[in-house]
């Protein structure tokens, strides 16, 4: 399974390592992000690639976990990769953010909130996943 994760940062390294640890390719794109994230993507060896238009042909579903005040901007540059590709992917938003508010904001793209009813979808349209998850 290929798993596009947004951002490398503290949590995101954890998740990237244990869907790793299972398995699983993980890649991110460092486009307008600092040195401290570009040495967390390299320590933690996930597979970076140019751009978030490459992130998303390139991944089965995509994990953005980053600060809530980055959320928003995330969830629309995504889309904007989703519409110009035309890749349909699952964007599963791990933040702390109004569901409605990511949904407004990544229109275009197949989201999940992290909710108890989008765990119960995801669980369904990607088991891989789940189960290296819960294997942690």
Known sequence: MNVGLLSPGEMGSAVAS???KHGATVRTCLEGRGARTRSIAERDRLEVVPTLADLVLGSHVILSIV???SAI???RAVAAA???TGAR???VDCNA???STVR???A???VLVATRAATEELMMTYPPLLDILSQS
Request: net charge positive; charged share 15%; glycine share 8%.
């Open 67 to 69: 600060p809530p005040a």
């Open 73 to 75: 901007d995330v969830a």
């Open 97 to 99: 953010v109004a569901p």
């Open 108 to 110: 275009g793209a197949v």
């Open 89 to 91: 992917r699952l964007y």
């Open 104 to 106: 407004a904001g990544a």
């Open 18 to 20: 244990t869907l790793r």
């Open 82 to 84: 989703v519409r110009a």
